[in-house]
């Protein structure tokens, strides 16, 4: 049953996400450096493949391969890294989910997302960055004019190369950016709140998607305020990444080949850490809105 909740309930669920790593610290942060490093694991394995597959026919730069070619051949690797979040995103919630009912939780629950009774509905989430690409080209269509897609990728493909160019201006602007903003804020929000509800309810994808959009329309005034917190948040892990970077700079120019690992090491843990701590919030969010129906909760034990 949705609930509805306060305007400033998001308040409540970032505080509570900054507190859940206090009762499981070790085993929260081993469980998301762990799922986190196996799917960029499985990303770059498939784009390595993919480079040597793409090498061996002899397609290996770009002006051999027309723009139709390869996006074909990168569709495989381009739904995977689609896919490749919900199962983090559902594997972190089981874990915050496990510490937060006071259940026995072990590392391995970061990879929950791999039930056989889960991954198929977690692979059908993949419609929310699909359907976000298709009316992100609808708006590009409607609100910047009959040929702005087409120069707009013009544009790109020259700075892409290294030269000089600028993007063409919309004929509605305003209107482009609002749509454009709202349709960002509802696929970020579908796409956090949508893997924990398939992950601790068992819903199917579709029953998940009209779940949590039944959930946002009737507590719009909280989800706003989430939307503003999360466009907050991400300023501040802009400022975070840029002062990392200067840093990694620094290590690597007196330590070149330590420094190199460091700096990698630096960027990985502000990257788990985030990821680990907006997944905390969207499951505080999802609890609040949805209850904490004691027949929820799924098994702890894993099948693969």
Not at 22 to 49: N, T
């Amino acid at each position: 049953m949705i609930q509805q909740v306060n305007a400033l309930a998001p308040a409540q669920w970032v505080l509570k996400a900054a507190n859940t790593g206090a009762r499981s610290p070790r085993v929260l942060l081993a469980g998301a450096f762990s799922v986190i490093l196996a799917f960029l694991g499985v990303l770059f394995a498939a784009g390595v493949l993919l480079g040597g597959m793409m090498g061996q026919q002899g397609t290996g730069s770009a002006e051999s391969l027309d723009p139709t070619s390869l996006l074909m051949a990168s569709a495989p690797l381009m739904l995977l890294a689609m896919f490749a979040p919900q199962l983090v995103i559902a594997g972190l919630a089981q874990l915050v989910h496990l510490i937060e009912t006071g259940e026995p939780v072990r590392v391995r629950d970061a990879f929950a997302g791999l039930r056989r009774d889960r991954i198929l509905s977690l692979c059908g989430l993949v419609v929310i960055p699909l359907s976000t690409i298709g009316l992100t080209l609808l708006i590009y269509r409607v609100f910047g004019g009959e040929a702005y897609l087409e120069n707009y990728m013009a544009a790109m493909q020259k700075i892409f190369s290294g030269e000089m160019a600028m993007p063409p201006e919309p004929t509605h602007p305003f209107a482009m950016f609002v749509a454009t903003m709202t349709l960002n804020w509802l696929c970020y929000a579908l796409q956090l709140f949508a893997p924990i509800h398939v992950m601790l309810t068992g819903r199917s994808a579709p029953g998940a998607i009209v779940d949590c959009l039944r959930a946002f329309v009737r507590n719009l005034p909280a989800m706003l305020f989430a939307g503003l917190l999360g466009f907050i948040a991400m300023i501040g892990v802009t400022i975070l990444m840029v002062m990392a970077l200067l840093l990694s700079a620094v290590l690597v120019k007196f330590m070149p080949v330590l420094g190199s690992l460091l700096a990698t090491a630096l960027m990985l843990a502000l990257a788990v850490v985030g990821v680990l701590f907006w997944v905390s919030c969207g499951y505080y969010g999802w609890r609040a809105m949805f209850g904490t129906d004691p027949s929820l909760p799924p098994k702890t034990d894993i099948e693969v």
